[in-house]
């Protein structure tokens, strides 16, 4: 049996807590962290007593303040929220639709800010939740202007399907991926859920590079695409801009 460190039954703790479990019990997070009761209860005591985590008066734990404090210091997070809103709001006035901003973790999108919209349409987003890369318009802008190892690694492996309409071919996905870079926006028609379809496009960083990227969301049967890409691309050079991006600086074609 494999050893674990004290690093590593410390972080079990805090992830056994996720968006569908926000709220455990010492048991609880003793059988999701893979812990005796005995070492999860010394091991909760530290993180309460630091402020990772709170508890409330029948006994049951939550995430602390003092964790997503820390959190926020991240540059990926807070920082570039804080930076993007404006341009998100502006982006939710002349649309009315749900707005997204997302990061790339891995193999996942993360969404880091959401704005929703009056529509009706089935979005399962919430800030902090993560999705396969290709089943989103924000996740096809990430991986499509990540690095051919990721796209090449990406594609290889089997690709989730969440609707008929999901990209599940790797030939397919790298068609879609080449047309992304070609056109500067990605557009995921009913992949995720059947009504919906979003327009996404990058979001650069100081020197180019890609940080970021943004979407709208809309009911898939109304969907004016024509008229939602340049007010997509008009978010994503705000924010890139804000970040300090000159696009004068950039190479041609890079989409933003």
């Given at each position: 049996?494999?050893?674990?460190?004290?690093?590593?039954?410390?972080?079990s703790?805090l992830?056994?807590?996720?968006?569908?479990?926000?709220?455990?019990?010492?048991?609880?997070?003793?059988?999701r962290?893979?812990?005796?009761?005995?070492?999860?209860?010394?091991?909760?005591g530290?993180?309460?007593?630091?402020?990772?985590?709170?508890?409330?008066?029948?006994?049951v734990?939550?995430?602390?303040?003092?964790?997503?404090?820390?959190a926020?210091l991240?540059?990926?997070?807070?920082?570039?929220?804080?930076?993007?809103?404006?341009?998100?709001?502006?982006?939710?006035?002349?649309?009315?639709?749900?707005?997204?901003?997302?990061?790339?973790?891995?193999?996942?999108?993360?969404?880091?800010?959401?704005?929703s919209?009056?529509?009706?349409?089935g979005?399962?987003?919430?800030?902090?939740?993560?999705?396969?890369?290709?089943?989103?318009?924000?996740?096809?802008?990430?991986?499509?202007?990540?690095?051919?190892?990721?796209?090449?690694?990406?594609?290889?492996?089997?690709?989730a399907?969440?609707?008929?309409?999901?990209?599940?071919?790797?030939?397919?996905?790298?068609?879609?991926l080449a047309?992304?870079?070609?056109?500067?926006?990605?557009?995921?028609?009913?992949?995720?859920?059947?009504?919906?379809?979003?327009?996404?496009?990058?979001?650069?960083?100081?020197?180019?590079?890609?940080?970021?990227?943004?979407?709208?969301?809309?009911?898939?049967?109304?969907?004016?695409?024509?008229?939602?890409i340049?007010?997509?691309?008009?978010?994503?050079?705000g924010?890139?801009?804000?970040?300090g991006?000159?696009?004068?600086?950039?190479?041609?074609?890079?989409?933003?």
């Open positions: 049996m494999t050893v674990r460190s004290a690093p590593d039954r410390l972080l703790v992830a056994a807590f996720d968006h569908e479990h926000p709220a455990l019990s010492l048991t609880d997070i003793s059988r962290a893979g812990l005796t009761l005995t070492t999860a209860h010394r091991l909760v530290a993180l309460t007593e630091w402020g990772a985590l709170e508890r409330d008066e029948s006994g734990y939550h995430v602390g303040l003092r964790l997503w404090e820390v926020a991240a540059p990926r997070g807070l920082a570039l929220r804080q930076a993007a809103l404006p341009y998100l709001e502006d982006l939710y006035e002349a649309t009315h639709e749900n707005v997204q901003l997302a990061v790339r973790d891995g193999s996942e999108v993360v969404y880091i800010e959401w704005i919209g009056r529509s009706s349409v979005v399962h987003i919430r800030v902090g939740a993560r999705w396969p890369l290709h089943v989103t318009g924000v996740g096809l802008v990430l991986l499509a202007y990540g690095d051919p190892e990721l796209q090449q690694e990406y594609s290889a492996k089997p690709l399907s969440l609707t008929p309409h999901t990209i599940t071919d790797a030939g397919r996905l790298r068609r879609v047309e992304v870079r070609r056109s500067g926006v990605a557009m995921s028609d009913r992949q995720v859920t059947e009504d919906a379809l979003s327009v996404a496009a990058p979001v650069r960083g100081p020197d180019g590079t890609l940080v970021a990227a943004v979407s709208v969301v809309v009911p898939q049967k109304t969907a004016q695409v024509p008229v939602l340049p007010a997509v691309r008009l978010a994503a050079r924010i890139s801009r804000a970040l991006w000159q696009p004068e600086g950039s190479r041609a074609g890079s989409g933003v």
